[in-house]
């Protein structure tokens, strides 16, 4: 880790302000944000940041302050975590603009065949080891939210691809005659929660696309169905008409 990376990890002052949700932001509405009248410097150089004191202490966006030092921040909607990646380099977050992603057919022509077809268009628009730009901001009402980064951020980005603004459906424990190309399936390892999109299926395993916390798109990953069956969570998200 280089000199200034490691004096920004090793907490030198500056308290960084994440976005606050639930009982958090409840607990902090009393306080008082005013801009702050101090300057901030970065290996001497004087950095700009929109930083907010409130307590007598700087709140400074933690995105901003990975993109002056370089290292790694990411969110992952599927989970509401945020990833700090000190040995990575920094990624600047951008949207996705709307006319990037192929039309999906008429609802009442989304077949197996079609949905293959659509994310077939996918994978040479955004091939193995490209970065999806995120966070990918749906209207579809998919089952985590408005703006989506990394898996999920690129799982809803597929389905949108494939079924336009066909309904949601979700099935808890699904059977494996299901699944079908074009579906999310998440699962939760007690460890990790993930969510991947359904490239093709086999009698033992599906075949997938996803991505992660670096917004890195894969197009090999293999799921055998004894793994997926036996997690302690399981779901799959559809939109084929029923």
């Known amino acids: 880790m280089s000199r200034k990376r490691e004096a920004i990890f090793m907490g030198i002052g500056i308290l960084t302000g994440l976005a606050l949700c639930g009982p958090a932001s409840a607990a902090v509405q009393q306080l008082t944000a005013v801009p702050t009248s101090q300057t901030f410097c970065v290996d001497g150089q004087r950095v700009q940041f929109e930083a907010y004191e409130i307590h007598g202490n700087n709140f400074v966006k933690l995105r901003d302050i990975g993109k002056a030092v370089d290292f790694g921040v990411t969110y ?96 808890d424990r699904p059977t494996w005659d299901q699944i079908r190309p074009g579906d999310l399936v998440e699962y939760d390892d007690t460890v990790s929660r993930h969510v991947v999109v359904v490239v093709s299926k086999k009698d033992g395993y599906i075949m997938t696309t996803e991505s992660g916390t670096d917004q890195q798109v894969l197009w090999s990953g293999q799921y055998f169905r004894w793994w997926l069956e036996k997690q302690p969570a399981y779901i799959l998200y559809t939109r084929y008409p029923e």
């Open 76 to 171: 992952d909607g599927a989970t509401n975590t945020v990833h700090i990646a000190p040995a990575s380099p920094y990624i600047e977050e951008v949207t996705i603009p709307a006319p990037t992603i192929q039309p999906a057919p008429a609802s009442h022509t989304v077949t197996e065949e079609t949905a293959q077809a659509s994310l077939a268009r996918l994978k040479e628009q955004y091939p193995p080891r490209s970065i999806y730009p995120g966070p990918y901001i749906s209207s579809s009402g998919g089952p985590y939210g408005v703006s989506n980064r990394n898996c999920a951020g690129w799982a809803i980005l597929c389905s949108d691809a494939v079924f336009g603004d066909l309904p949601w459906r979700r099935i």
